[in-house]
């Protein structure tokens, strides 16, 4: 049961536009090995039960490792990806807006992020 002071309780967040939504989908085409699941309602992927990637609200986010993400923050528009304010998601970066434009860039991030996930410790199912 949702926590009465979670921002899901009160629906402070949006829906992801249908348009990213279908942007997603079809960058995890190219990674076939990931499993798409939802989080909070988001579409999100997972590899070995980690997850990767994925949606909230009108952004993208992906999971790094240390050294990726340093490099990856650098970037302008990207920051840490904090859903609950105050409560960022340590692994977890925000995708640049105008990389939602550049596919090719957006793609070798995809890759990194899915290897890293990869690369932890499986996950077992509930």
């Given at each position: 049961?949702?926590n009465s002071?979670?921002?899901?309780?009160?629906?402070?967040?949006?829906?992801?536009?249908?348009?990213?939504?279908?942007f997603f989908?079809?960058?995890?085409?190219?990674?076939?090995?990931?499993?798409?699941?939802?989080?909070?309602?988001?579409?999100?992927?997972?590899?070995?039960?980690?997850?990767?990637?994925?949606?909230?609200?009108?952004?993208?986010?992906?999971?790094?490792?240390?050294?990726?993400?340093?490099?990856?923050?650098?970037?302008?528009?990207?920051?840490?990806?904090?859903?609950?304010?105050?409560?960022?998601?340590?692994?977890?970066?925000?995708?640049?807006?105008?990389?939602?434009?550049?596919?090719?860039?957006?793609?070798?991030?995809?890759?990194?992020?899915?290897?890293?996930?990869?690369?932890?410790?499986?996950?077992?199912?509930?």
């Open positions: 049961m949702p002071s979670s921002p899901m309780s009160k629906g402070k967040w949006q829906k992801a536009p249908q348009e990213l939504i279908a989908m079809e960058a995890m085409k190219y990674l076939p090995e990931a499993e798409p699941r939802k989080m909070f309602g988001y579409p999100c992927a997972f590899v070995n039960g980690q997850m990767f990637t994925g949606l909230f609200e009108d952004s993208m986010f992906v999971r790094l490792s240390e050294a990726d993400r340093a490099v990856f923050r650098a970037l302008d528009g990207a920051h840490p990806f904090e859903p609950t304010p105050g409560r960022p998601m340590r692994e977890y970066s925000v995708v640049p807006a105008a990389m939602l434009q550049n596919t090719p860039e957006l793609d070798a991030w995809l890759a990194k992020s899915f290897n890293y996930a990869k690369s932890l410790p499986a996950k077992k199912g509930k």
